[in-house]
């Protein structure tokens, strides 16, 4: 094989690494921007978190304040001076002190130690976060009961090993034997240790499945649970709805209660019985004490109307405002550098300071920009509601306002939209279109087709649920053409299960 040089021109888009920092913030929600910048401003000390200007009204305002305060209390130490000139008698004279006296005495804590003018601020009482009870989970809960209960050292250790394996619905689904893998104790220890704690509070704590679960709370309600939750008295026994517990669940979910009735030589009545104690009981023992904590949602940006526009509004609040710091500025302009090594680093921190600074405006541009676009588009939306919601795919804004599908995908991602609407994602407004009858260039979203089937299904005999076939048929009358399929697609989407499971025969 023969060597040989070649020379060959050929082109290649290569990403720099401050556009690739560029494409990074862009697509970075909220919370994920305000680290980024908090790091930025860490890292590089010629980046400066510039002072809010409504932080220097506020510092002037009080100025005038305290000298307004100052003016207006020297007529008052005037006062004073005169009533020092009076007997003692006249000035310990009840009707004379005033009320503004007695709140500065009261206001004054003398039980800190401190000085006698010391006075406790606001600042000094906890917080309202520090204030609020911490609920209790179900672990301490349930370590509260064993230590209380009457188990050797040995079986409570055992007991805080086992209850430490509790997932969050109050299940064991950790095997026994991997359990006490590395540990001294028995798989027969921690057998008679679970029994103990599967009589704790919730019923049920401690099941390995859902089954085991179910007839912990029948075992807990006794022998014949039927009186105790309203059912009839001595219409079943027991061990039909244990039966149906333990062999019979899957059935049971999928409404066959004739198939279940034939298995256990019952009647369908009987089943139905028993269908109401079961549905009584608690598939979740630990739901009680799951966590319910909300986390608060920070739009990016706020749609408004103004004198009958849409306005984009832009929400920085929280958002470091950034610039050059001006003593570092100063020093490299008079050519106070230092070394070549120190001017050499310095020019390199203003560039990237210079690059993160210009990013972020184009960011903030980019938004607006992306958010006008779409309010363009969903103009009705805006105006009348979900069912005016138009179908709209990221080619469609980035033709728009000139940029590519990517750019508008790392926009819309992570990010939320303020509106009469509510509080919506930007990628809500991107979906697809099914057509209409009627009007065959009018598309109509999916998101609107998902809300009249959720409405239908909210409206339905409960004794006769609507089929796909019957929801695709409604659709139809309404001049939607969809197909039996896309219903089940949508419907399954909506999380609402099939006509079987949704009947209701009692």
Not at 139 to 159: M, P, T, V
Request: glycine fraction near 6%; hydrophobic fraction near 35%.
């Amino acid at each position: 094989m023969k060597l040989r040089l070649d020379l060959r021109l050929s082109q290649k888009l290569i990403m720099t690494p401050q556009l690739q920092q560029a494409i990074k913030l862009l697509q970075l929600s909220r919370l994920e921007l305000q680290q980024s910048l908090a790091q930025h401003l860490m890292e590089n000390p010629l980046l400066d978190e510039l002072p809010e200007e409504v932080e220097e009204n506020e510092s002037t305002t009080a100025e005038e304040k305290a000298e307004e305060a100052a003016a207006s209390a020297s007529p008052a130490n005037e006062t004073s001076e005169t009533d020092e000139s009076s007997t003692p008698e006249e000035r310990d004279t009840p009707d004379e002190v005033s009320a503004a006296g007695w709140e500065e005495y009261f206001g004054s804590d003398r039980r800190t130690g401190g000085s006698e003018g010391q006075s406790s601020s606001s600042d000094d009482f906890p917080s309202y976060e520090q204030t609020v009870a911490k609920a209790a989970s179900l672990e301490d809960h349930l370590l509260w009961q064993l230590s209380l209960s009457g188990l050797s050292e040995r079986n409570k250790a055992i007991g805080r090993l086992l209850i430490g394996n509790l997932d969050d619905d109050g299940y064991l689904r950790t095997p026994l034997s991997e359990i006490v893998t590395g540990t001294d104790f028995t798989e027969a220890e921690a057998e008679s240790v679970l029994r103990d704690i599967q009589t704790f509070d919730p019923t049920g704590v401690g099941a390995r499945d859902l089954p085991e679960c179910l007839m912990l709370q029948l075992g807990h309600l006794g022998k014949s649970p039927m009186g105790s939750l309203g059912a009839r008295p001595g219409a079943l026994k027991g061990s039909i709805v244990e039966a149906v517990v333990l062999h019979h669940l899957k059935d049971l979910e999928k409404k066959q209660y004739a198939k279940v009735a034939k298995a256990l030589d019952v009647t369908v009545e009987e089943i139905f019985q028993a269908t109401k104690v079961i549905e009584a009981l608690e598939p979740k023992p630990g739901r009680p004490f799951s966590n319910t904590q909300n986390y608060v949602i920070v739009p990016d940006v706020f749609v408004v109307k103004n004198e009958g526009e849409w306005v984009v509004l832009l929400n920085d609040d929280g958002l470091p405002r950034m610039r050059i710091s001006p003593y570092y500025k100063q020093m490299m302009a008079s050519g106070e550098g230092g070394s070549t090594e120190t001017k050499a680093y310095l020019d390199e921190k203003l560039r990237a300071a210079q690059w993160v600074i210009r990013s972020i405006e184009q960011r903030n541009k980019t938004i607006v920009k992306v958010v006008s676009s779409i309010v363009k588009f969903q103009e009705q939306f805006f105006e009348k509601g979900i069912q005016y919601l138009k179908p709209l795919v990221l080619k469609q804004v980035a033709e728009d306002i000139g940029m590519h599908e990517s750019t508008i995908s790392r926009v819309t991602a992570n990010k939320y939209m303020y509106c009469p609407q509510g509080m919506l994602e930007l990628k809500f407004f991107f979906n697809a279109g099914l057509q209409r009858a009627d009007q065959p260039s009018d598309m109509l979203s999916s998101v609107t087709v998902r809300e009249m089937i959720k409405k239908m299904v909210a409206e339905e005999d409960a004794n006769r649920p609507l089929k796909d076939e019957e929801i695709a048929a409604r659709l139809r009358e309404r001049q939607v053409l969809i197909a039996r399929r896309t219903v089940a697609k949508y419907r399954a989407e909506e999380n609402i299960p099939p006509a079987t499971q949704r009947k209701r025969f009692f």
